[in-house]
């Protein structure tokens, strides 16, 4: 412990407030106590901690505090100081998912129903989170079915009315743009849409069963099949959620699940009774934590930008009372957050965590199957080709030609047995006339290879651990004669297409590797991208080429008028197509020039005559 560290703890109050611990200048984690001498001091003075609290520790050369008169300015402080500083020991929130909410502006004359991502302190309804594209759009297309509301954006009331649109004569609208109804009319609407939105879905279906009776007796057969389409599409929508409970509970439930390594967050979204969706968040590092720890640190930092909703369960959480009255403060009224112990709430905590624990689960199972096809694969590779280290970074070459012409080679580059598109580099075959892969694959690596001496120790041209060549024995003996010949010898390999066969150098016959074998599809991988990149940039130049064959020889016609006639035309047969007044319309173009351009793309054939 450092002379700047002991100072400062002998010199910690008996307050409440935030500690900010650093390295090196950087801040590290940020933390809140209600005493912060015991808590900071803690850390310093006992030594039993979990492995991520110890490998913080081990950093600590400095650290800052920030004094509060209450428990409650301190949490907030945290929340506020984790959001700006993003520290590395702290629980971040990398997924950045914003679910959509349906968004109401009651300071609207004619409120429209819109889809905000994100909610804002500005006077409006907000409701949902929905999770997912599609419960957002079933709950709008029944919201303006059942209710006639506007869909336009007309910034009403307008100075003079207009002709209202098609909604208006098929009962989807009120047309307020035409004078149809008034302000009280259509705020009446916007609040069965607000109670709608709320929960009260009985209340708005028991109304359109008797508009429908009313209109059935009346013998209005159109508007009463209306009202019972209206009534479908509310029932089709509930039945699409899942009934568990019969008030009209807004609750969230939070749940957690560890594995000693790792920690999965769990959050079901329950609107109006009913279990709208849920969302999980992996916590790396969290998996021996204490759990009260994590899950009121989580907790913190998902509703950072969220609106809580009227009652938060969860099976436990630091200081509640505390956490209880920062969120009523963020929602302007009342949030309880209940740690229920029995009956229906009880179950449905115990339902998260079942949740929670799935995805932890289904996580270390992806987890692994990816471990397998990239590192896994790497190491089998070494053992087949008899290399005694890992190969961290692979390589992969490939030539692209037509018949000889416009003959380019790629270089793609896999770290760890994933795609590092950063590094992948294209080449222009320089020195090789004609369709001859042996001689341009010896040019290209031995310009690679080159350039590793000439930049030695440069981050982007490190010696590669392994490179695979996409061919047979010809092609491989080719390009690791190029390598050689600059002193550098680095494992290499080829895979032959047809019967997917891999070439070591100098081998008599070829190694045929089972087709589920993880090092297979890696390496086929591999030589697909490098045979996908050459092609990519192959295709690229053959457009350039053409364009250059057309208009480059053409007195007269620069690049700025290129670019403007492609910009124009949008493609040289419609340069053709065009006549010398079109054409010297175009910007930049003269008389002269435009005449220029259409005797060179329409010359003259000479007759018999002639």
């Given amino acids: 412990m450092n002379q700047t ?63 509060c008169n209450t428990n409650l300015e301190a949490l907030a402080l945290e929340c506020n100081l984790i959001k700006l500083h993003k520290p590395h020991y702290n629980i971040l929130l990398k997924d950045d998912k914003h679910y959509p909410y349906v968004r109401i502006d009651p300071k609207e004359p004619f409120p429209r129903v819109t889809i905000a991502r994100r909610m804002q302190k500005d006077g409006a309804h907000y ?11 079933d709950v709008l297309e029944v919201v303006r079915k059942v209710f006639p509301l506007r869909t336009c954006d007309k910034k009403l009331p307008l100075a003079r009315p207009i002709r209202p649109c098609v909604n208006y004569e098929i009962g989807r609208c009120l047309a307020p743009c035409a004078g149809k109804c008034t302000e009280e009319e259509y705020r009446k609407v916007i609040d069965g849409v607000v109670s709608f939105l709320n929960g009260n ?16 007796a009346a013998w209005n057969f159109e508007v009463a099949a209306q009202k019972r389409d209206a009534l479908k599409d509310i029932e089709g929508m509930l039945e699409r959620q899942r009934a568990i409970q019969t008030n009209d509970a807004q609750q969230d439930v939070l749940a957690l699940a560890q594995d000693g390594l790792d920690a999965m967050a769990q959050v079901l979204l329950i609107r109006g009774g009913r279990i709208i969706g849920g969302e999980s968040f992996a916590l790396p590092g969290e998996g021996s934590e204490p759990p009260v720890n994590v899950l009121t640190e989580f907790a913190l930092r998902y509703y950072a930008d969220r609106q809580p909703p009227r009652e938060i369960l969860t099976p436990l959480m630091e200081d509640a009372d505390v956490m209880q009255e920062l969120l009523r403060e963020k929602r302007g009224s009342a949030v309880n957050v209940t740690i229920p112990q029995r009956g229906e709430k009880r179950a449905l905590v115990l339902m998260a965590e079942r949740n929670a624990a799935d995805a932890l689960e289904k996580r270390n199972a992806r987890q692994q199957i990816q471990q397998e096809r990239t590192v896994g694969a790497c190491e089998e590779l070494a053992q087949i080709i008899g290399m005694k280290d890992f190969p961290h970074r692979i390589e992969g070459f490939d030539i692209s030609n037509t018949q000889g012409v416009l003959s380019v080679a790629s270089m793609v580059v896999f770290i760890d047995g994933e795609p590092a598109h950063g590094e992948y580099r294209h080449y222009r075959i320089k020195t090789v006339e004609g369709p001859n892969d042996y001689a341009s694959l010896h040019e290209v690596l031995h310009r690679r290879f080159a350039r590793t001496q000439r930049e030695e120790g440069s981050e982007r041209w490190v010696m590669p651990d392994l490179v695979l060549i996409d061919g047979g024995p010809g092609q491989l003996r080719y390009a690791r004669e190029a390598m050689l010949s600059l002193g550098i010898d680095v494992p290499m390999f080829s895979l032959a297409e047809r019967e997917e066969e891999l070439w ?12 589920r074998s993880p090092a297979l599809h890696l390496i086929q991988h591999v030589r697909d991208e490098a045979h996908r990149f050459a092609i990519t940039y192959h295709r690229s130049l053959r457009g350039k080429a053409a364009v250059h064959s057309t208009l480059e020889d053409i007195p007269g016609i620069g690049p700025s008028r290129r670019r403007a006639l492609l910009a124009h035309f949008g493609s040289i047969k419609k340069i053709k ?5 079109t054409l010297a319309q175009v910007h930049g173009m003269s008389r002269p020039a435009a005449e220029a351009l259409y005797a060179a793309l329409h010359p003259q054939i000479p007759s018999d005559a002639d």
């Fill in 5 to 67: 560290l002991k100072t400062k703890l002998s010199m910690l109050p008996d307050s409440p407030g935030c500690y900010l611990m650093k390295h090196e200048g950087q801040i590290i984690y940020v933390g809140k106590a209600v005493n912060l001498k015991n808590r900071v001091r803690s850390y310093f003075h006992t030594r039993e901690h979990t492995p991520k609290v110890a490998a913080m520790v081990a950093q600590v050369d400095d650290f800052d505090i920030l004094l």
């Fill in 127 to 137: 409701f949902g989170p929905y999770i997912g594209a599609n419960a957002i759009r």
């Fill in 577 to 581: 197509e065009s006549d010398i007044d």
């Fill in 201 to 216: 879905v009985k209340e708005i279906s028991d109304r359109l069963k008797s508009e429908m009776d009313a209109a059935s």
């Fill in 504 to 515: 070591l150098p100098d081998a008599e016959q070829p190694i045929l590797l089972d087709r």
